[in-house]
């Protein structure tokens, strides 16, 4: 009954099971563009650091930051942000992996923004469900960027910045990737996200199970809603011919723009 919804946010919760939503979860898992251990192998290494929600090293002979963080569930705070970004500070750039982080807090997306050149630009536009018709929502609820950044207003981080995506960058992770349109120097690469940008609400039923279900749908500032996944900037495949080599094209890829 629930599988008819296509949405990871709609779930049934009991003392003995949950519901999932299969097409959902087997596109999450099945097309997953990512080899963590090639990553953690070949560009983490064994001698990567970790600062707070982060791993973290440089590549491309230090010229390049590459981060990795796994869920938005996982707090992102100002100190290690701050940290993060005096380290790399001479590098070309940054690449931040989200394949697979299935999503979590919204506020740490929030965090997470906070060093880039905020202006109270247009982040996206919320719509609520008010009644049974299919098309019955209520206005637009703007969210924008605030008008500041967490290094100051002059040292906002504004080398290029790669978003490494995919069918597992889900709900939080989505949201992120739709507030990147309304920044100039932060692209998208890999897959499509697993879309999820409606949330949840939810209550108790009568024989104690809880249920939740998506109650708002998200339009990116595009216009578009991309609850089922937002696309990346350049689309790129993993190649198993290049896992095989231990190299992860799509980090290479990514590499490539910021160097140029």
């Known amino acids: 009954m629930l599988n008819t919804l296509r949405d990871g946010h709609t779930n049934l919760f009991s003392d003995f099971d949950r519901s999932i939503n299969d097409s959902v979860y087997y596109k999450m898992y099945a097309e997953k563009n990512i080899n963590t251990d090639v ?4 560009y983490l290494t064994v001698n990567h650091h970790v600062t707070g929600s982060f791993s973290h090293n440089a590549i491309r002979d230090g010229k390049v930051a590459y981060l990795r963080y796994t869920s938005f569930s996982n707090d992102v705070d100002e100190t290690t942000l701050k940290f993060l970004v005096d380290r790399y500070k001479d590098c070309n750039g940054m690449i931040i992996d989200m394949r697979q982080n299935g999503g979590g807090s919204i506020n740490n997306v929030a965090n997470l923004l906070s060093i880039f050149d905020n202006h109270k ?3 996206y536009k919320t719509q609520v469900k008010k009644g049974p018709g299919h098309d019955e929502f209520t206005d637009d609820l703007e969210v924008y960027a605030a008008d500041s950044c967490i290094l100051g207003k002059d040292n906002a981080y504004t080398k290029p910045v790669a978003v490494l995506i995919d069918r597992g960058s889900y709900s939080a992770t989505s949201f992120f990737s739709v507030c990147t349109q309304s920044y100039d120097n932060i692209q998208l ?3 499509y996200t697993g879309g999820g940008l409606g949330l949840p609400n939810g209550g108790i039923l009568p024989n104690g199970w ?4 998506s109650t708002s749908r998200t339009i990116a500032p595009d216009g578009q809603n991309y609850e089922n996944g937002v696309p990346p900037d350049v689309r790129v495949i993993l190649d198993p011919a290049c896992t095989a080599q231990g190299i992860d ?5 990514a590499a490539d723009w910021i160097m140029q």
């Open 189 to 191: 690469f890999g897959d």
């Open 121 to 123: 630009q247009l982040l």
């Open 210 to 213: 809880t249920y939740r279900f």
């Open 39 to 42: 990553v953690v192998l070949n």
């Open 249 to 253: 094209n799509v980090i290479e890829a």
